[in-house]
């Protein structure tokens, strides 16, 4: 049956389609960029347009399912089933499986050279391990399913009496990046929340890597994050205490700034994005975590580069000073561009009044760098921490799950 519609020349069309076709239906008009009722439309036309009807599709537990399409299509459309002698249900079933069939699930888009993300801040407790495992995490999901993304449009006006109140969300597929986190930090907090084993301090290490004196092949010590929305494209290079002494054991080697690099270079092959989690430090180590995400040449700008994870609190913003000023430092001493990617203001709550307000009103108006990510102080976080899962599996629906979809998307 059908009702008029109150957009312009369409009609609102009732029927019924079995719930898998339906939500196959959903992702991939998702993937394709098209709304549902272009996708219908499309595959009607087409059914309408074979010379007879191809095979059934099983229909069982077909349930309601509306859509709008151009006035008089589906008048035709039942013309056909019709002379075709089959329900209205299969016709429609075949006409949405043929569409499908007709427009394959899009190839992944992957960089050109491999991205490389430092995550960052002079200042500990900011939360750069909960930003590096998030956003890997928002990288690496599930290209074949839909995930709930927060629309990013409010972070302009993020200082607004709205922002802790609901915010706009729609569904998109996963990213579906290979992607490797790097626990960079001594203190192997990204290890530990992913549950991962620190690496013993007797054995192979990223340190040895750096310092020149590997006991392997780094490849060997890389675990992967088994989860099924990730699939087998998120890992974890793991940490070993003997990064308390990298700084020290750099300071003998040749380049040391380029240490990072020569470690991890063979590993990118591998991977469409590394996401290095720092440790709180101005030393040598994070040199080399800065030189690592400089921009290389026939890179485009901001493909890799610093995100700087902060608070809405003053001591972020001394720290954040400090930082700054040794990559600006680092970018003339060695001639290099090294991109910021953003700040993200993390553990954000408004409820606490002025400092956290006025200091978030304060990162939105820097501009360059621009905020891309606010992450609020929600328990979820905590939570998947304490379990060592991953947010995204832990609690996929969370605000702060929807918020590291949305920081991902930002910086891609």
Not at 112 to 132: D, F, P, S, Y
Request: hydrophobic share 40%.
């Amino acid at each position: 049956m059908t009702s008029p519609a109150t957009s312009s020349d369409r009609e609102k069309v009732v029927s019924k389609l079995p719930g898998w076709l339906r939500q196959d239906l959903k992702i991939r008009a998702a993937q394709r960029g098209i709304e549902i009722q272009a996708a219908v439309e499309q595959g009607i036309s087409d059914w309408c347009n074979l010379a007879s009807a191809p095979a059934s599709v099983d229909t069982a537990g077909a349930d309601s399912f509306s859509t709008f399409l151009p006035e008089g299509q589906w008048e035709e459309f039942r013309s056909v089933v019709a002379d075709r002698r089959v329900s209205l249900i299969q016709g429609l079933a075949q006409s949405v499986k043929l569409w499908l069939d007709s427009n394959p699930a899009p190839d992944i888009e992957r960089p050109a050279i491999t991205r490389r993300i430092v995550v960052c801040n002079q200042k500990g407790g900011v939360g750069k391990t909960a930003i590096t495992a998030g956003t890997g995490e928002a990288l690496a999901e599930d290209p074949g399913t839909l995930h709930r993304v927060r629309i990013a449009k409010q972070l302009a006006a993020a200082a607004g009496d709205n922002v802790d109140g609901p915010l706009d969300v729609e569904d998109l597929p996963g990213l579906g990046l290979r992607v490797l986190l790097v626990d960079f930090d001594p203190q192997c907090h990204l290890t530990n929340q992913l549950g991962g084993a620190p690496l013993p301090m007797n054995g192979d290490s990223l340190t040895n890597h750096m310092a020149g004196d590997p006991k392997g092949d780094l490849r060997d010590l890389i675990v992967s994050i088994d989860d099924e929305n990730f699939g087998d494209r998120l890992h974890l290079l793991p940490a070993c205490n003997d990064a308390f002494l990298l700084d020290v054991r750099l300071s003998a080697v040749r380049a040391r700034e380029a240490a990072l690099e020569r470690a991890l270079a063979p590993l990118e092959a591998d991977y469409d994005v590394i996401l290095v989690d720092c440790p709180p430090s101005l030393g040598l180590s994070m040199d080399a975590a800065a030189y690592y995400g400089r921009r290389r040449p026939g890179e485009k700008p901001g493909q890799s580069g610093a995100l700087i994870v902060v608070q809405a609190e003053d001591s972020s913003a001394d720290a954040y000073e400090l930082l700054t000023n040794q990559i600006d430092d680092l970018r003339g001493d060695l001639q290099i561009d090294i991109d910021y990617l953003g700040i993200v203001v993390n553990l954000y709550d408004g409820r606490r009044g002025y400092i956290a307000t006025s200091s978030l009103q304060g990162w939105v108006d820097i501009k360059d760098p621009q905020v891309v990510g606010l992450i609020g102080d929600l328990k979820e976080q905590k939570e998947a921490v304490r379990l060592k899962q991953p947010l995204l599996s832990y609690a996929p629906k969370s605000q702060q799950a929807i918020g590291m979809r949305a920081l991902a998307r930002e910086i891609s």
